[in-house]
């Protein structure tokens, strides 16, 4: 198993920045593929990126395209969202998650974290 922990979340006016961390612990977290996620108040979770172990490949939503980036560090434990020009329909709780298969990570992942709150005001 994996544990999954966000961090980073806030208060940002619209074009602002923010970047999210998610701590992964656990069995190797390196052999994980890792995304986010993000659900918006009477909206349905929602894939933002996902990036896999090697950090090599990733993949962002058409909505987040050019302002978003993820990316982990050298150890491959800790994943980041970078978030730029930031939009009030960027608001929303982002869950960070986890998974051994690059699909199912896209779809419906094994591991999730439990959400952090990013507001962004107009």
């Given at each position: 198993?994996?544990?999954?922990?966000?961090s980073?979340?806030?208060?940002?006016?619209?074009?602002?920045?923010?970047?999210?961390?998610?701590?992964?612990s656990?069995?190797?977290?390196?052999?994980?593929?890792?995304?986010?996620?993000?659900?918006?108040?009477?909206?349905?979770?929602?894939?933002?990126?996902?990036?896999?172990?090697?950090?090599?490949?990733?993949?962002?939503?058409?909505?987040?395209?050019?302002?978003?980036?993820?990316?982990?560090?050298?150890?491959?434990?800790?994943?980041?969202?970078?978030?730029?020009?930031?939009?009030?329909?960027?608001?929303?709780?982002y869950?960070?998650?986890?998974?051994?298969?690059?699909?199912?990570?896209?779809?419906?992942?094994?591991?999730?974290?439990?959400?952090?709150?990013?507001?962004?005001s107009?």
């Amino acid at each position: 198993q994996v544990q999954l922990v966000e961090s980073g979340g806030g208060l940002v006016q619209a074009g602002g920045s923010l970047r999210l961390s998610c701590a992964a612990s656990g069995r190797t977290p390196s052999n994980y593929d890792m995304g986010w996620f993000r659900q918006a108040p009477g909206k349905e979770r929602e894939f933002v990126a996902r990036i896999s172990g090697s950090g090599v490949l990733t993949h962002y939503a058409d909505s987040v395209k050019g302002r978003f980036t993820i990316s982990r560090d050298n150890a491959k434990t800790t994943v980041y969202l970078q978030m730029n020009s930031l939009k009030p329909e960027d608001t929303a709780v982002y869950y960070c998650a986890a998974d051994r298969d690059w699909v199912r990570l896209g779809l419906s992942p094994d591991y999730w974290g439990q959400g952090t709150q990013v507001t962004v005001s107009s």
